[in-house]
């Protein structure tokens, strides 16, 4: 009589895996996030960090450049990336038309000056920041005085306070997705954080699927009232709001990391549990449970041997479920504040930054939000197939 079983039993999960195209895609995409995240900021990217202060956001592979003091000025060497060094070009043409502008070109020197913003001008906005040649400085000044209010005694200090010299040079950084408003280096700083977010995801559904698998194992297998007891206290949990329990759990206890792997993975166990419950209480009735009664084996020996082994295949495909699951709840709790904290970085705390300037730096979001969707799709999508490999029914 043929075999009448959808997947054929003696191929291993790896084999049917490998004969999967969906799920060979998935696991190919977050492997290389996973190895990215570890291996390129060893091999030579920026220390993610590491501040530059006078540089502050850039755009993705804008052009830097340095800002070498003269021997006559006191103040340190600057960067700053081509954008604002235009527009402080365009504050100097508007303020001396007449006068001769700089342009960005190697050694060309140039006169940095910056007048503190509380000063306001008689039309009530404050003296924009300039880029002007040396020789228009004293211009410039007989210009400003004539639209503030005191002249330049309204100013804190003599004129001179208020300008640097420097030259400028083309820098050879480049930051593939720009900085963030420190100078930090936005590519290294994301690789880093998705560390922590996939060691959380990871060390916590670990922790959640362990709890899981011998909580359900012992309610299927004991039954009775004290299966009946176990299950009433899964379902009472159920009924909490998860997120405010691990929130509590956070501000109760003093924040580290391990209480994050554990706060995350005591409130992921309860789909496990049931999920394995289930499967014990098919297994057990089944002859070689039987068989193992006959030989003398131990109640524990027989659970931890022979049924929850079997237990596996759907607990599998729940915990490539999971991981998503964590990510995203601790990109939350990050985003809330509660997860990582600084200097610290991880997914969670990159979108938090990037969404709260998503107008002024749209970069700082878009590159941390790719990368994590990719990755919550490629686990997603590895647990969909995963599901279809290990159970042919569910996909009727």
Not at 2 to 11: F, L, R
Not at 244 to 255: A, E, S
Not at 290 to 296: E, H, I, P, V, W
Not at 343 to 372: C, D, H, K
Request: aromatic share 8%.
């Amino acid at each position: 009589m043929k075999n009448s079983t959808p997947a054929n039993p003696e191929i291993g999960i790896g084999r049917r895996i490998l004969r999967h195209p969906p799920a060979v895609l998935s696991l190919t995409v977050f492997i290389l996030i996973t190895l990215s995240c570890w291996l390129i900021p060893a091999l030579g990217t920026h220390d993610p960090n590491e501040t530059r202060l006078s540089l502050g956001a850039t755009a993705p592979l804008a052009p830097i450049y340095e800002l070498i003091p003269t021997s006559k000025s006191s103040v340190e060497e600057r960067l700053i990336d081509q954008s604002r060094a235009t527009r402080l070009i365009e504050n100097g043409r508007s303020s001396l038309p007449d006068e001769t502008a700089v342009s960005l070109q190697a050694g060309e020197p140039l006169a940095w000056i910056e007048v503190p913003p509380i000063i306001r001008t008689d039309e009530g906005g404050p003296v924009r920041p300039v880029w002007i040649h040396p020789s228009s400085v004293d211009p410039f000044f007989a210009q400003l005085a004539s639209r503030l209010p005191d002249g330049l005694a309204s100013l804190p200090g003599p004129p001179d306070q208020f300008v640097s010299s420097f030259t400028l040079q083309p820098s050879p950084l480049r930051f593939l997705v720009g900085t963030d408003e420190l100078g930090r280096d936005l590519f290294a700083r994301t690789l880093v954080g998705g560390r922590l977010s996939i060691a959380v995801g990871i060390a916590a559904t670990l922790v959640s699927v362990t709890i899981g698998i011998f909580y359900g194992g012992i309610a299927g297998y004991v039954g009775g009232k004290v299966d009946s007891l176990m299950m009433r206290c899964v379902d009472i949990l159920y009924a909490l709001p998860f997120l405010i329990f691990v929130i509590l759990l956070m501000v109760v206890f003093p924040k580290s990391l391990l209480l994050l792997f554990l706060a995350i993975g005591a409130v992921e166990w309860l789909t496990t549990a049931r999920i394995v419950r289930g499967e014990v209480l098919s297994l057990k009735k089944l002859p070689f449970v039987d068989a193992a009664r006959c030989l003398g084996l131990s109640h524990g020996k027989i659970l931890c041997r022979h049924i929850l082994p079997n237990t596996l295949p759907p607990v599998i495909v729940y915990a490539t479920l999971t991981v998503p699951t964590v990510i995203l709840l601790e990109s939350v709790l990050s985003f809330l504040g509660l997860g990582v904290q600084p200097p610290n970085s991880s997914w969670g705390v990159l979108l938090n930054e990037g969404a709260e300037r998503m107008q002024t730096y749209p970069w700082m979001l878009i590159f941390p939000a790719i990368l994590f969707a990719l990755t919550l799709l490629s686990l997603n999508f590895l647990g969909d197939s995963l599901r279809d490999l290990l159970d042919p029914k569910s996909r009727h």
